[in-house]
């Protein structure tokens, strides 16, 4: 009975919902400077992505030439990120970064004053803007890879829902405000981003070990196929008030998972979030068309919040990779977030060649999206064949560094997998497994408490029922037990 107790008491008391009593008592405290990456994700919608202002400059050189420039980019840094290493300590990029990015913001809307200046500028300033972003979205998956899967599905979620706020508020501004408001946001998110930084203990920083890892192939295949049908409907989705970052889907979505996490805390099921996912994009790609009386409205709905929802799952599968295994985040996102770009783009490019042609007497838009669900069906569970949120994906280190170098990796990655063996073996909980692999790493309990974002002695109960799981009394026990340092 008492266990029981204890037990209860455990689930009260874990995860962000760290205290007892009314709504806002049980909200958990986020520190705003994690919520910048939302501020980037406002900066594109409103200038490039989606805008509800129309800009002369779209009309020569728009979202194609924005997204080009940033697969180039994200390519480009994935393929160097062993010469260029850590990204948060190279000052020089932050600055290419803010500076790219505010002169594409000038360029843009200096075309609404000087209408003339459009051709001159449109090129340059989504150039420089998909180059901008490009960065600004590795620096924040680097930082989101330095943070357990808990605190990156809380923050990352809740910045969703910023980046709409912020959109929404945008939407009432004068020309002279709105421009004011874009122009402001990249040096936000920057300053945001280096605080977030600095907010981390010297030891959870990413450090540039490099390596040769096999890549995760299946959930960035995955994600690829969830891009191309997102594509096809972008045109739909564009033509209504929302665009892709304030659209109603993503929002629910969002604050679907993260009152998820809110509620649940460590024991939150991360695999709801593709059964949420799939037959969202089922309904979106088959189900509705079939039912004629229903608007292109609930389409668009479920396909933004099924990219949504597995935006988010892809977002905390490849940090807990660099999270867990010390994998650069540079090479991880750089490769998924271009991929993921490059099939959106040929989604719209295929929407559009297609048009109305007819396959056999069968419009090419059914036979299109019958093909996308049966690739999405199949590769779903092709994916979640690794069913946990900690398995591999398929990653393994291959070598590629000095001795020292090596050892680290592997030290590291040995680590991760011996303590997710146990954890399966001994039937311990997600939330527990967290705890075994920071004690494993000699963490005190209050940095156990601090890293996982949880009450004040809940460590100390998770660390006891770890304990009574694996008939051990002591960290020295553990280490034994998983024979890492003999």
Same mark, same amino acid.
Request: proline share 4%.
């Given at each position: ?7 209860? $008491? ?8 760290? @205290? ?22 406002? #900066? ?50 932050? #600055?290419?970064?803010? %500076? ?47 943070? /357990? ?5 809380? +923050? ?9 706020? %912020? ?7 004068? +020309? ?40 995760? #192939? ?19 989705? +564009? ?15 969002? &604050? ?5 996490? %809110? ?8 695999? @709801? ?10 309904? @979106? ?10 608007? /292109? ?7 933004? @919040?099924? +990219? ?22 540079? #090479? ?29 007497? %069968? ?49 590291? $990655? ?12 001994? $039937? &311990? ?11 494993? $790493? ?35 026990? &553990? ?8």
């Amino acid at each position: 009975m008492t266990e029981h107790r204890a037990e209860r $008491q455990d689930v009260a008391e874990d995860g962000p919902a760290l @205290a007892r009593g009314g709504l806002i008592d049980r909200l958990p405290h986020i520190p705003l400077f994690f919520l910048g990456l939302g501020v980037y994700r406002a #900066w594109i919608e409103v200038v490039f992505v989606g805008s509800f202002v129309e800009f002369p400059t779209a009309q020569y050189a728009g979202h194609n030439v924005f997204d080009i420039a940033m697969i180039a980019t994200l390519f480009a840094c994935a393929f160097a990120s062993k010469r260029l290493g850590a990204f948060f300590s190279r000052r020089s990029l932050h #600055w290419c970064a803010g %500076v790219a990015l505010v002169a594409s913001t000038l360029g843009v809307f200096s075309s609404m004053y000087a209408p003339d200046l459009a051709p001159v500028v449109a090129t340059p300033a989504a150039v420089l803007g998909g180059f901008g972003i490009a960065l600004v979205i590795l620096f924040w998956s680097e930082l989101y890879g330095c943070l /357990n899967p808990v605190r990156v599905a809380l +923050y990352y979620s809740a910045s969703i829902i910023v980046a709409a706020v %912020v959109l929404y508020i945008c939407r009432g501004f004068l +020309y002279p405000w709105l421009f004011a408001a874009a122009l402001s946001m990249p040096p936000v998110s920057l300053v945001c981003l280096a605080l977030g930084f600095r907010s981390l203990p010297e030891s959870e920083l990413p450090r540039a070990l490099g390596g040769k890892f096999s890549f995760p #192939w299946k959930p960035v295949l995955l994600m690829a196929i969830y891009a191309f049908a997102y594509g096809l409907k972008e045109s739909s989705m +564009y033509a209504g008030p929302f665009g892709p970052h304030s659209a109603f889907g993503t929002v629910a979505v969002a &604050l679907a998972v993260f009152a998820g996490i %809110v509620a649940r805390g460590g024991r939150f099921d991360f695999g @709801a979030i593709y059964r949420i996912a799939l037959p969202l994009m089922v309904a @979106a790609f088959l189900v509705l068309p079939s039912l004629g009386f229903l608007s /292109n409205a609930a389409a668009d709905f479920c396909v933004t @919040a099924s +990219y949504t929802a597995f935006s988010i799952l892809i977002m905390l599968i490849l940090a807990n990779m660099s999270y867990r295994y010390g994998i650069s985040a540079i #090479w991880l996102f750089g490769i998924e977030r271009g991929v993921r770009a490059l099939f959106s783009l040929l989604g719209r490019e295929t929407e559009t060649a297609l048009g109305s042609l007819e396959i056999a007497g %069968v419009s090419s838009e059914f036979v299109l999206n019958a093909i996308v669900i049966l690739l999405v069906v199949a590769l779903t569970m092709i994916l979640f064949s690794e069913k946990e949120l900690s398995s591999r994906w398929g990653v393994t280190f291959l070598g590629g560094l000095d001795a020292e170098g090596d050892s680290a990796i592997v030290k590291k $990655q040995e680590l991760a997998n011996r303590c997710h063996e146990a954890a399966k073996r001994y $039937q &311990l909980s997600q939330r527990e497994e967290e705890v075994l692999l920071l004690l494993a $790493q000699r963490k005190t309990v209050g940095s156990i408490e601090k890293e996982l974002f949880i009450a004040n002695g809940t460590a100390k109960t998770h660390i006891r029922h770890i304990y009574r799981k694996l008939d051990i009394h002591s960290r020295d026990e &553990l280490i034994e037990l998983l024979g890492l340092y003999s």
